[in-house]
C-alpha cells in the first residue's frame, strides 16, 4: 500500500477513517517529537472488551501512566533490564532442554513442536515473574490457555479493533466472537482465580508477603494495602490487577514465542548465519561456557542476527491503533481531532527504500549500515512502546545465543518456508514445524 499511496495515507474501515503511518521519520517526528498529542490508545472494540478502560494496553490517561509505571518498577526491581533477569531465563532454558530430553528424545535429538517448546520456555519466564508458577508440559490448563490464545490470535483483525463493542457483543455477530473475543474470557478467569488463591493463601497464612513481594501479584497486592493504609484514591484494586495480569501474560507470553519461532525458520533457511553464529561465539566464550548477557558488546554479527530475525519476522500484520487528542498536522496535512492512526511497522521494515531487498535474510545489512538499527522498530516506538522491551531481548538474545552453541538444529522433513499462513490476522506467524535439537560435541 505505501507504493501505490504514499508514506501516510488514509483507509476507511466501514465508516471510520484510520490514517497509517508508514515511515520511519514521521513516526518519529509524531511519536516522539509531540507524543503527548499522539499517545493515547483508540480504545474500541477489542481494546475495550474485558478491559473497559483499564489495564495497561487498553487504558489512557494518569491510570495508563500509573500502571505503566508501576509494571515497569516492579519489573526493574525483579531484575529485568540488569543482569539479574539472566538467572532467571537460563534456570526455565535449561530445565526445559532437561525436560524435554527426558520426554521427547529420539534417534539422538530432542525432537519436538517448535511452538511447543518455546510456548513453554517463554510462558514459564513470564509466568515466574508474574505468580511465581512454572508450566509444565502435562498442564491442562497451559494446552487451554495456549489452544484459546492461539485462536482468538489467529481469527482477530483490524475489525475488533475498530468496531464499537455494543455491535461485537450482539447475536447478529456472534459467528465470529465466539473464536475472537470468547477465548480471551478463559484467559481472563484464569488469572482472577490465581489471584483468587493467592489473597486466600496470605488470609491463611501459607503464603508471606515480603518486603517487595515474589512476584509482580505480591507486589500488586502491597501497592493495594499501601494505598488502603494511606487512605489515598486509588486505581490499583484486585479488579485492576487481574486486567494487568492479563495484559502482561498475553503480550509477554506471544510476542517473544512468535519471534523465536521465526528465528528458527530463518536460521535453518540460512545455515551459513548458524555457522558464522557459531564462529563468533565459540571465539567470545572459548567453546567453554555458555553465551551470557555480559557478551552482547563482543557479539556483533549475533546483535545483526537478532535484528534481521525481528525485521523479517514483524508479528505485528496491524498495529494497535491511537487517537489524535488534538488537531495535528502529520507530514504536513491538518488532520482533526479524533481520528484514529496507526503506525505500521510491518511496512517500514518492508521498506526497500530503507532495507534494501527486502525480503531477503541479510543480517550484514545493520553491520554495513549503522543507522538502519534505529529504524527497526520491533517493539514500537515512543511512550507506548512495549514496556516488556528489556526482557524480550534478553530472552532472544540467551535463548537463540545458546541454542546455537549447544546444537545442531535441523527440521523434521523439509524445511519450513520463511512465508506465514496467517497474512489477515493480527499476529503474523511462522508455519508450524518440528524441530530437532541434537547436542553437539
Known amino acids: 500500500m505505501k507504493k501505490q499511496y504514499g508514506k501516510v495515507f488514509t483507509l476507511w474501515m466501514g465508516p471510520l477513517p484510520m490514517v497509517n503511518i508508514c515511515d520511519y521519520d514521521i513516526a518519529y517526528e509524531t511519536h516522539v517529537k509531540r507524543a503527548n498529542i499522539f499517545v493515547n490508545r483508540y480504545i474500541h472494540g477489542a ?19 500509573e500502571h505503566r509505571r508501576f509494571a515497569l518498577t516492579t ?3 525483579f531484575g529485568i533490564g540488569r543482569n539479574i533477569i539472566e538467572g532467571k531465563i537460563m534456570e526455565e532454558y535449561n530445565y526445559r532442554f532437561e525436560d524435554f530430553h527426558e520426554t521427547h528424545f529420539k534417534n539422538g535429538a530432542i525432537q519436538v513442536s517448535a511452538s511447543m517448546f518455546f510456548d513453554l520456555l517463554v510462558g514459564s519466564i513470564i509466568n515466574q515473574l508474574l505468580v511465581s508458577e512454572r508450566f509444565e508440559q ?42 475472537t473475543f470468547a477465548p480471551f474470557d478463559f484467559i481472563y478467569e484464569v488469572g482472577q482465580k490465581g489471584i483468587q488463591r493467592r489473597v486466600a493463601a496470605i ?11 515474589d512476584d509482580f501479584v505480591d507486589a500488586f497486592i502491597i501497592k493495594i494495602e499501601k494505598d488502603s493504609k494511606e ?44 555457522e558464522k553464529l557459531r564462529n563468533e561465539l565459540t571465539e567470545v566464550t572459548g567453546g567453554m561456557r555458555s553465551v551470557s548477557l555480559a557478551d552482547r558488546s563482543s557479539t556483533l554479527y549475533l546483535n545483526a542476527t537478532i535484528n534481521e530475525i525481528q525485521r523479517i519476522a514483524s508479528i505485528l500484520n496491524v498495529n494497535l491503533p491511537r487517537v489524535l487528542e488534538e488537531d495535528a498536522l502529520i507530514d504536513g496535512v491538518l488532520v482533526p481531532a479524533g481520528t484514529a492512526f496507526a503506525t505500521q511497522l510491518s511496512a517500514m521494515h518492508t521498506d526497500d527504500e530503507t532495507f534494501k531487498n527486502h525480503k531477503e535474510f541479510n543480517p550484514e545489512r545493520f553491520m554495513e549500515n549503522n543507522n538502519l538499527e534505529k529504524k527497526l522498530i520491533p517493539f514500537g516506538i515512543g511512550k507506548r512502546s512495549c514496556p516488556g522491551e528489556s526482557l524480550a531481548r534478553a530472552e532472544l538474545y540467551l535463548i537463540i545465543a545458546n ?30 514445524y518440528e524441530i530437532r535439537f541434537v547436542k553437539r560435541s
Not at 481494546?47 to 501512566?65: A, H, K, M, V
Not at 501459607?206 to 513481594?213: M, N, R
Open 47 to 65: 481494546t475495550e472488551y474485558i478491559r473497559e478502560g483499564r489495564g495497561i494496553i487498553g487504558s489512557n490517561g494518569d491510570f495508563w501512566l
Open 75 to 77: 519489573f526493574r526491581n
Open 138 to 179: 502435562d498442564d491442562k490448563e497451559f494446552e487451554e490457555l495456549k489452544t484459546k490464545l492461539t485462536m482468538a490470535l489467529e481469527n482477530s483483525s483490524i475489525i475488533e479493533g475498530v468496531m464499537p463493542l455494543w455491535l461485537l457483543k450482539s447475536k447478529f455477530m456472534k459467528w465470529r466472537t465466539k473464536t
Open 203 to 213: 488470609e491463611n497464612g501459607t503464603h508471606v508477603l515480603s518486603e517487595e513481594g
Open 231 to 274: 487512605e489515598v484514591e486509588s486505581t490499583f484494586t484486585l479488579e485492576t490487577l487481574a486486567v494487568d495480569l492479563f495484559d502482561l501474560w498475553v503480550a509477554g507470553q506471544e510476542t517473544t514465542s512468535t519471534t523465536l519461532c521465526w528465528a528458527f525458520v530463518c536460521l535453518m533457511n540460512y545455515p551459513e548465519v548458524v
Open 403 to 432: 541454542i546455537v552453541m549447544e546444537y545442531e538444529i535441523e527440521p523434521v522433513g523439509a524445511t519450513p518456508k520463511m512465508k506465514t499462513p496467517t497474512p489477515f490476522s493480527l499476529l503474523k506467524r511462522p508455519p508450524s
